[in-house]
């Protein structure tokens, strides 16, 4: 497997996952930046010109996390990484998207990208700050979900890659108080050894 990323980007919480699993991946890095991710040969292989990508053995790519989580929770069933009951699946894959669509594309995106929803810059703090306000609704809902719980969906699984990228944004990055059972969840994923290696790996301190 090759996992495409950029170092702090979401593809951050598949490469967690690649971790937790153990087995042999490749990772190839990309400058997002400078816009390699919408340049050959990387455009050639996901013309969405997204991270996280991931090649698989066979040469076949997928991408979008969600999907690139589920393949690999389902195609490594030793690692435990899906939830056992259909219950839990539900909520896990519920979580994801919300911590994807809403935190991070709707909230997240405003506060990095202002530019994508106003090009007056005079008007970019205003959507930074509606970005961030989303942000914290979202958190706020994740926090109520984790109540009484240490993982998202019961036992720790892809869900909690998902919730642990956006609140490591939110915590670390810009300096957010996360609510309290966000701010333990991040607390408990940064403990994980496959995070700190991840984090090592990624070049990011913490």
């Not at 153990?22 to 010109?49: A, M, T, V, W």
């Not at 996280?52 to 690139?68: A, F, K, N, Q, W």
């Not at 970019?124 to 984790?146: C, S, T, W």
């Amino acid at each position: 497997m090759q996992l495409f990323y950029a170092p702090g980007a979401c593809s951050m919480g598949i490469h967690v996952l690649l971790e937790e699993i153990g087995k042999p991946y490749e990772l190839s890095k990309l400058d997002i930046r400078g816009g390699e991710n919408h340049r050959p040969p990387f455009s050639e292989l996901n013309p969405k010109g997204k991270v996280p990508t991931l090649v698989r053995d066979d040469g076949s790519v997928v991408t979008e996390y969600p999907v690139i989580a589920y393949h690999l929770a389902k195609a490594n069933p030793e690692a435990g990484l899906l939830p056992k009951s259909d219950e839990a699946k539900l909520r896990a894959a519920e979580a994801i998207d919300y911590c994807v669509a809403t935190i991070h594309m709707q909230g997240f995106a405003r506060m990095f990208r202002p530019s994508n929803y106003n090009p007056d810059e005079a008007g970019h703090d205003a959507v930074k700050a509606q970005g961030r306000e989303m942000a914290e609704k979202g958190f706020a809902i994740m926090d109520k979900a984790l109540a009484g719980k240490q993982w998202v969906a019961g036992d720790y699984s892809i869900a909690d890659s998902a919730l642990f990228y956006v609140a490591f944004w939110g915590g670390k990055r810009v300096g957010m108080t996360l609510p309290p059972n966000v701010g333990a969840h991040l607390d408990r994923m940064l403990a994980r050894p496959a995070v700190q290696r991840m984090l090592e790996q990624e070049g990011i301190s913490v």
